[in-house]
Nanobody, 129 residues
Framework: QVQLVESGGESVQPGASLRLSCAVS????????LGWFRQAPEKEREFVAGISVSGGRLDYGAFVKGRFTIARDNAKTTVSLQMNNLEPDDTAVYYCAARQPPSPWTESISRVPAQWPYWGQGTQVTVSS
């Protein structure tokens, strides 16, 4: 019933920009925090970006360095990841995820993949010259 479907991944050159989108259905969207994770071959899944239930808190992985922006659209029940100045090390499968934080920590954002119960299938981003 719960579905998260990513789109927008493709092969680009270093320095390019890319926007990923994730369509969410089957849950009460406005009560969930949303996140993006990525996983490269032979590496652990890592936190990329997260946005809180209200949209008032945005967290990013240290490697982002101001290059990415996460946003949610409650009307469309989507979450996006705008990525600028992409680097070869950004090459990975990117996953969107949803998590309902427990009260009273509703505005929290988890960086731990195991704490996110709902996941999309992933979309491949390749950055190479």
């Amino acid at each position: 019933q719960v579905q998260l479907v990513e789109s927008g991944g493709e092969s680009v050159q270093p320095g390019a920009s890319l926007r990923l989108s994730c369509a969410v259905s089957g849950l009460t969207f406005e009560t969930f925090s949303l996140g993006w994770f990525r996983q490269a071959p032979e590496k652990e899944r890592e936190f990329v970006a997260g946005i809180s239930v209200s949209g008032g808190r945005l967290d990013y992985g240290a490697f982002v360095k101001g290059r990415f922006t996460i946003a949610r659209d409650n009307a469309k029940t989507t979450v996006s990841l705008q990525m600028n100045n992409l680097e070869p090390d950004d090459t990975a499968v990117y996953y969107c995820a949803a998590r309902q934080p427990p009260s009273p920590w509703t505005e929290s954002i988890s960086r731990v993949p195991a704490q996110w119960p709902y996941w999309g299938q992933g979309t491949q981003v390749t950055v190479s010259s």
